[in-house]
């Protein structure tokens, strides 16, 4: 059995490894996870789920906080605007 | 310690002790306005930050509609930290009794010169998505604004030292008397009149003035823009704001500008604490989400409390205290200081100097309570 | 979607890092109902993160995982703790529902984490902490052939980098604030902490060849809409680097505010504890962390007497209180070692962004001369870090003191707080089974 899946990232399809969050996948698409109140591109900075730079929509639910989400086969994620 | 003669002494700079010191020192008094905090850390940061025209009686409908006006015509002036916003009022029918208060709300502002509109339950749907199925409609106040009190206190403030007033910040005021006040520090501020403008501790400094504290909660969501357009308001809040003895909550939820949702209202007496009450903070949000069931699932970033400062009539105690020449009261607006703070100072300038008011005062004087400070 | 549960426990620990997990062994093996709750989806907390996956060869957290095995604990991951609705119960929330947790005795083991100071640059993507990068890439972030900068202050910068070169990083650079003079006497004091020593070269055998520069700090990251380069000030002058991430964290900050929503007594933003880990709260304890920041052998010993308490095992949690001592002094010079340098102050420049959930710049902030002024007037710690990040900065910047906590201790849907839902009659789970 595969140890890998695939999301999508702003519509591009992301292959990672199964056990990786969500933040992750973001990163290795190269996407800013969420874009801050002045407009700066934004990605994860604490890693353990307090900062909440790493917020993204995941399956349509925005300001998910994507350094504490596995990603799961088929995901749908998307930069929180 | 050093002692300061003054014109006026303000205490309190909440929004209306700031409204009041910037009216006063436009017409060249020499002003100082002292408070424990921060501009605008009381009331004024944990109210919803409404401009709003009520009907609840003429005298509230003159005094909020008369803010209301001197909020347009400031408008252009406030920095954007304000954001003020004129995203207008929505008093919301859940049922046909409602509807009914809603064409005769419409009958009452426009006899006035109030600009609204009756909203079916098509039209309302439209101008709100997200309230659920199943409302009668609505009447649509567009005049209404929103803007964020803290900031627009601290315009106030700002614009009141341009004009030469001073400011005291970390002073708790301890004594009000003839000669002015005393503060917590020793230090005593000689002043000819002092406005007693502490919201919801006022009777603390002026006793047997009729001031109760009236609790409430509120909740920020994190933003979700275009979520909602209008404030939105349920006409049960009317019942809940007439009640004087139980606690009560209303759905009450306000766009800000940042797309964030304030969702609220509560109303309790007797709650002399400010920890979060678990079983009224339930019942408001309960309440939200039987109006807009999407409220659920969005993420709340903060609760809080605050004290609105209430009096037994519902209406504000602008003027001079009977029996003490020298001072003024500015204070008991309960849910309604930052809109009606621009009118209460420009009617206090006026009580001060000697001027006509813009507006009949009568119902707003601290003497038409005579027979409770007969007591003091 | 959403599901509702019940739990009742004699011991419910909040917080499933080394701490957390040796209370919750230690008061299960005692024989009390114990539950452990965790926002992460396995336990392990910060430092000891995705070891129980991968078999780690660090004896300590594979001894304690095995302890973990064989005890009976319903443990709670994905779940957050988020209020404290009334005396002797906690919500908490999770992806799919909501959770209330009714305990006896309650033990706070919430961790730290890394404090962020604002310089120029801070804010760009791949900018993170030094263990906010390790994390990430052990949740799935590839670091083969990257090349990372890893600075700030703190152990955790040699750990991070030890790690990161193991996964194929290549690593340029270390800087750490503190000065040469420090690290030295730290050094040398390690030696009185055998543990430590094997640790220590273990790790200098990880990190040998790695160039490390003390007294030296980032001075601004640099990047189009990504980290490219990192400047940094080394022995007065200024050297920039080309690099993919920049780790970079300022040594740790206790996560007090759940026990300061709870009532417990703080100073200096940690957890007041008596010597069997109690707070000034009765029946609840703190240990690790949140008590003074003192590494993960401090945390075991203090989690381990914090179970024994809270089991009613005072007898043999005393057993352990010169094991505490020794570890509390090694937490001191820590403390003493890594203290933040005044130049950090002078790193934000008048446009740098000090709030990131905000976006408040370091001008905006010096209008003001309170937290709460700062917060009521600009919105600074107004986002939904709760002032976690902003914090620790302007206390360091300004020397604020952050504002009073209120619930949701941290963010949490709306409709989780209103707590448990009156109508429904759910039978209540006792914990006891894993």
């Not at chain 3, 008596?274 to 003074?292: D, K, R």
């Not at chain 3, 001592?325 to 933040?340: G, N, P």
């Amino acid at each position: 059995m595969s140890n890998e899946l695939t999301v999508r990232v702003n519509g591009r399809q992301v292959s990672i490894s199964v056990g990786a969050t969500v933040a992750a996948a973001m990163m290795i698409a190269g996407q800013p996870c969420r874009t801050s109140v002045t407009g700066e591109p934004r990605g994860p900075l604490c890693g353990m789920g307090i900062c909440y730079e790493c917020r993204a929509v995941v399956n349509g639910i925005p300001h998910s906080r994507t350094c504490q989400m596995l990603c799961e086969p088929e995901m749908d994620i998307r930069s929180d605007e | 310690m050093r002692k300061e003669a003054y014109d006026v002494v303000i205490v309190g700079a909440g929004i209306v002790g700031a409204a009041c010191a910037d009216a006063l020192a436009e017409r060249g008094l020499r002003v100082v306005v002292v408070d424990y905090g921060v501009v605008g850390s009381g009331a004024t940061a944990a109210g919803m930050g409404h401009i709003v025209v009520m009907d609840d009686s003429d005298a509230q409908f003159a005094l909020t509609n008369y803010s209301q006006r001197l909020w347009r015509e400031l408008r252009p002036e406030l920095p954007e930290d304000v954001e003020y916003e004129q995203s207008g009022t929505i008093w919301v029918a859940a049922d046909a009794e409602e509807m009914a208060e809603v064409f005769r709300k419409r009958d009452y502002y426009q006899r006035r010169g109030v600009s609204v509109e009756v909203l079916d339950a098509n039209q309302l749907k439209e101008a709100e998505p997200n309230l659920r199925d199943g409302m009668m409609g609505g009447l649509l106040v567009p005049g209404d604004a929103v803007l964020y009190p803290p900031c627009a206190a601290r315009f106030l403030i700002r614009r009141a030292q341009q004009r030469g007033a001073k400011v005291k910040l970390g002073a708790t005021v301890t004594e009000i008397s003839e000669k002015g006040i005393r503060a917590s520090d020793g230090q005593e501020i000689a002043a000819d009149i002092v406005v007693n403008a502490a919201g919801a501790n006022a009777a603390e400094l002026t006793p047997g003035i009729e001031i109760k504290k009236r609790k409430g909660h509120l909740v920020i969501t994190d933003r979700y823009p275009g979520f909602l357009r209008h404030q939105l308001v349920e006409l049960g809040y009317l019942k809940s704001a007439h009640s004087v003895t139980s606690d009560s909550v209303a759905f009450n939820v306000q766009p800000r500008q940042t797309g964030q949702i304030l969702i609220g209202s509560s109303r309790q007496y007797g709650a002399e604490h400010k920890k979060v009450d678990q079983g009224i903070l339930a019942k408001m949000i309960r309440r939200a989400q039987e109006y807009m069931p999407a409220l659920g699932s969005m993420s709340a970033v903060r609760v809080w409390t605050g004290f609105r400062a209430a009096t037994p009539d519902k209406l504000p105690l602008i003027g001079p205290f009977p029996g003490k020449k020298s001072l003024f009261l500015a204070t008991g607006h309960e849910g309604l200081g930052i809109t009606t703070s621009l009118g209460t100072a420009k009617i206090l300038a006026a009580q001060v100097t000697g001027a006509k008011p813009e507006i009949p005062v009568e119902p707003y004087l601290p003497s038409r309570l005579a027979q409770e400070y007969a007591r003091v | 979607m959403n599901s509702y549960s019940q739990e009742r426990f004699d011991v419910l620990v909040v917080g499933a890092g080394p701490a957390g997990i040796a209370a919750a062994v230690c008061a299960a093996e005692s024989g009390a109902r114990v539950g452990i709750v965790d926002d992460n989806f396995a336990p392990g907390g910060q430092i000891w993160r995705g070891e129980l996956a991968t078999h780690s060869d660090s004896t300590e957290s594979s001894r304690w995982y095995g302890r973990l095995k064989n005890v009976e604990i319903k443990a709670l991951h994905g779940n957050r703790v988020f209020h404290q609705p009334e005396p002797g119960v906690l919500l908490a929330e999770s992806v799919a529902g909501l959770s209330e947790l009714k305990y006896r005795n309650l033990v706070l083991a919430t961790g730290a984490r890394e404090r962020f100071l604002p310089f120029p640059g801070w804010t760009l993507p791949n900018v993170m902490g030094a263990g906010g990068l390790q994390a990430l890439v052990k949740s799935g972030l590839p670091i083969r052939g990257k090349r990372v900068v890893v600075a700030g202050t703190g152990p955790l910068l040699l750990a991070v980098a030890s790690y990161l070169r193991k996964h194929g990083a290549e690593i340029p650079l270390i800087c750490e604030q503190a000065p040469w003079s420090k690290l030295v006497r730290f050094g040398l004091a390690l030696t009185r902490f055998p543990q430590k020593i094997g640790q220590g070269l273990r790790l200098r055998q990880d990190i040998s060849g790695i160039p490390f520069s003390a007294g030296s700090w980032p001075v601004a990251a640099n990047g189009k809409n990504a980290l490219q380069e990192v400047t940094i000030s080394r022995a007065g002058k200024q050297q920039t680097i080309h690099c993919d991430y920049l780790a970079c964290g300022f040594h740790l900050v206790p996560n007090s505010e759940l026990p300061a929503l709870l009532g417990c007594k703080t100073c200096n933003g940690s957890v007041q504890v008596n010597e069997l880990q109690e707070t000034t709260v009765e029946g609840i304890f703190c240990a690790g962390e949140p008590t003074g920041i003192g590494g993960v052998e401090l945390a075991l010993v203090e989690g381990q007497i914090a179970g024994l308490s809270a089991a009613k095992r005072n007898s043999e949690a005393q057993v352990l209180f010169s094991r505490r001592e020794k570890y509390r002094r090694f937490a001191r010079m820590m403390d003493e070692t890594f203290c933040l340098r005044p130049e950090l102050k002078k790193l934000a420049s008048a446009d740098t962004l000090v709030c990131r959930c905000e976006d408040v710049s370091y001008a905006r902030l010096q209008e003001h001369c309170s937290w709460r002024g700062a917060k009521l007037h600009t919105r600074c710690g107004m986002g939904s870090c709760q002032g976690r990040i902003c914090g620790p900065a302007t206390q360091f910047l300004f020397k604020w003191n952050p504002d009073s906590v209120r619930p949701p201790v941290f963010p949490a849907r709306v409709e989780s707080l209103i707590g448990p839902p009156a109508e429904q009659s759910i039978p209540v789970v006792t914990g006891g089974h894993q």
